[in-house]
């Protein structure tokens, strides 16, 4: 099986572009960088490159290879720097951004458990609904929901948020119940006047997403005034499952419309563009990824 010095240099091949600077890239000669790409074709059995007298363009084999071997070997890379800095690099500081209503339930658990964890760790959690400038607020890392909107900055995915359509008991006994998305037009809904969405909610027609066009007497820019309000029978809600969770199994809020489900939410960590993600926030955003796989969310 061929070794990582092979995978390296073939990463160095696609991302140089030629043989050639491959090999000042690598600081070894031509021939060692032209006989580890022979050997590495020969030994998967499928040409990665087409050899043209300037420039190499990879194969579709050759793309997809490439990208899983890039990843692999920065996980490889960032494990071992890991290793050989240990963990008393995981102290001082730690300034933590997340919303105001998703902090409480998964990001402070995990903040007290990696301090816990860490003595030398001291956490300062900054909650805002507003988006955080990292430099600003001198953030080393931020939990944001739905996709990340800056490219300058490093994403990892933490998980995805499910959505619901709710309404109250009392509210269905006197409206009725909607049976298709389209009879969401026929009911007051409660609109979220916040976020992308608002009073288009997206919902699930087989494997497609089609949006449906709400309106309602009851509008609000925070979600848990909109989910107070629907709790009260102001009308049909759409809302994340983990804000509704608890009074949909005490019967407080019942489930409409479950074959069209909305289409989940993302969350996603952010850091500052380095050219590795630090120990510490490393450390912390695997935390939080466990903590949000083993919740019912």
């Known amino acids: 099986m061929a070794g990582l010095e092979h995978y390296r240099t073939f990463v160095a091949i696609i991302e140089a572009g030629s043989l050639t600077a491959a090999a000042r890239r690598l ?29 190499l363009q990879p194969t579709p084999a050759g793309t997809a290879f490439y990208e899983r071997i890039r990843i692999a070997l920065r996980e490889i890379d960032e494990a071992r720097s890991d290793v050989m800095r ?16 998703f902090a409480p339930r998964y990001v402070v658990p995990t903040t007290t458990a990696f301090v816990d964890r860490y003595p030398g760790v001291e956490v300062d959690l900054i909650l805002s609904d ?3 400038n990292l430099i600003e607020h001198r953030l080393d890392v931020v939990v944001r ?69 709400v309106k309602g007497r009851f509008r609000c820019n925070d979600a848990a005034g909109a989910n107070a309000a629907v709790l009260q029978g102001a009308g049909v809600g759409l809302a994340p499952l ?48 466990h903590r949000m796989a083993s919740e019912r969310i």
């Not at 580890?36 to 040409?47: F, R, T, V």
Request: glycine share 8%; charged share 20%; net charge positive.
């Open 130 to 132: 507003a988006l955080m």
């Open 27 to 55: 600081d070894c000669s031509l021939q060692t960088v032209s006989r580890s790409l022979i050997g590495l074709e020969a030994e998967i059995g499928a040409k990665l490159v087409h050899r043209t007298t300037r420039r």
């Open 145 to 213: 929901i739905g996709e990340p909107a800056s490219s300058s900055l490093k994403s990892r995915l933490l998980g995805k948020l499910r959505r619901v359509v709710v309404a109250a008991p009392q509210y269905l006994a006197r409206h009725g119940r909607p049976s298709t998305p389209a009879d969401l037009r026929e009911h007051s809904c409660v609109v979220r006047t916040f976020g992308p969405e608002g009073d288009s909610w997206p919902v699930t027609e087989g494997a497609a997403v089609t949006k449906v066009a």
């Open 86 to 101: 240990g963990a008393s690099e995981i102290a001082g500081l730690f300034r933590v951004g997340a919303s105001v209503q």
């Open 242 to 289: 983990w804000q509704v969770r608890s009074e949909i199994d005490q019967g407080l809020l019942e489930v409409l419309l479950p074959d069209h489900e909305p289409p989940p939410i993302p969350v996603h960590a952010l850091w500052l563009e380095n050219a590795a993600m630090p120990v510490r926030t490393r450390m912390f955003v695997d935390m939080l990824r």
